[in-house]
C-alpha cells in the first residue's frame, strides 16, 4: 500500500456560499496516529468530508490535487469499506433507525448486530442479510477487543450513547479496515463515557489500526497519537510533533484567548484565562 494515507494540495471546498477549506495542502501517511484539532467552524470535518468524497474540492480555484492510498479516484462504496469512519451523524442514525425499529417490535437489535451491519453498511442486520459463522466469529473478536463482549445480546435502545459510540465504532472496524477516522465523539459524553471512549481508542492505536481523530478538546488525544494537525480558518495553521504544538502560545494563537496547557501521563489539557505560558 503507498505510505501516503490521504494527500491533498491546494484543495478549496465551499459548504453553499461559504469557503470553507482554503487552498489546504496535508499529507497523512499510514500507520501514524494524528489528531486534527481546532475552533468551531476551522473546517475539521468538512476536510474528513472531503477525503471520504462526500465533498468535492471547488474545480475554479487553481489545480488540486486529492488522493486516497495513492489513488485519485475511488468507488465511494469501496473507498469507504476501507476506512472506518465514525461522526456523530452516524451514531444518530444508527441508534434513532435501530432503536425505533426495536419500538415498532420488528426486530430486537442487539449490541453484535450493530458491528455485524458494518459488513452490510447497513442499518441493522435485515431478514436479506446472509451473516456467515466468520462474520459472527469477526464481530465477537472485535467486541472482545473493544471489551464490549457484555453488550452483545443486549438491545441497542437500552443502552447509553457512549456504549452506542463504542459499538459503531466496532461496526467501523469489523471490515478491518486500513485507518479509523473519529470526528468529535467524545461531544455530550459524561466524565466516565468519554474515559472509556479514551481506552477505546487507545487499544485500537495499539492494535495497529491507524487512527485520525478530530477534536476541539485537547483531553481526547490519548498518548498514542503522536502528530498534531492545527486547522484554522480552512488552512493548516500548524503541524508537527504533539509536544511541540500543544503548547500554550500556539494554542492561545489558534483559539485566539489566553490558554494555559497542562501535560500529564502521557494527556493534556487546557484551561482559559490569564496569561498563556510557552
Known amino acids: 500500500m503507498n505510505s501516503h494515507l490521504f494527500e491533498l494540495d491546494n484543495v478549496t471546498v465551499y459548504r453553499g456560499r461559504v469557503r470553507v477549506l482554503d487552498r489546504l495542502s496535508l499529507t497523512l501517511h499510514a500507520g501514524e496516529h494524528v489528531a486534527i484539532l481546532g475552533p468551531n467552524g476551522c473546517g475539521k470535518s468538512t476536510l474528513i468530508k472531503t477525503l471520504t468524497r462526500e465533498c468535492y474540492p471547488a474545480t475554479g480555484d487553481g489545480q488540486f490535487t486529492v488522493r486516497v492510498m495513492g489513488r485519485e479516484r475511488w468507488d465511494t462504496v469501496t473507498l469507504r469499506s476501507m476506512l472506518g469512519i465514525v461522526t456523530n451523524d452516524l451514531v444518530a442514525e444508527c441508534t434513532r433507525g435501530m432503536s425505533s425499529d426495536f419500538a415498532e417490535g420488528h426486530r430486537r437489535v442487539t449490541g453484535r448486530d450493530t458491528v455485524l451491519s458494518g459488513f452490510f453498511s447497513s442499518i441493522g442486520i435485515w431478514a436479506h442479510h446472509e451473516v456467515t459463522p466468520l462474520m459472527r466469529q469477526r464481530a465477537d473478536a472485535i467486541l472482545a477487543q473493544l471489551e464490549l463482549t457484555q453488550l452483545a445480546d443486549r438491545p441497542l435502545n437500552q443502552l447509553s450513547s457512549g456504549e452506542a459510540k463504542r459499538l459503531v465504532i466496532g461496526r467501523a472496524l469489523v471490515h478491518a479496515p486500513t485507518a479509523l477516522v473519529l470526528d468529535e ?14 481506552d477505546t481508542t487507545r487499544v485500537i492505536a495499539q492494535s495497529g489500526t491507524t487512527v485520525i481523530m478530530v477534536t476541539h478538546h485537547l483531553p481526547e488525544i490519548v498518548p498514542e497519537i503522536t502528530r498534531i494537525v492545527l486547522l484554522k480558518d480552512g488552512r493548516v495553521f500548524d503541524d508537527g510533533p504533539k509536544a511541540r504544538v500543544l503548547t500554550s502560545s500556539r494554542l492561545s494563537e489558534l483559539f485566539e484567548t489566553p490558554i494555559h496547557v497542562g501535560e500529564r501521563d502521557g494527556y493534556f489539557d487546557a484551561s482559559t484565562g490569564g496569561h498563556p505560558r510557552g
Open 185 to 198: 465523539l467524545a461531544n455530550s459524553l459524561d466524565l466516565r463515557a468519554a474515559g472509556q471512549l479514551r
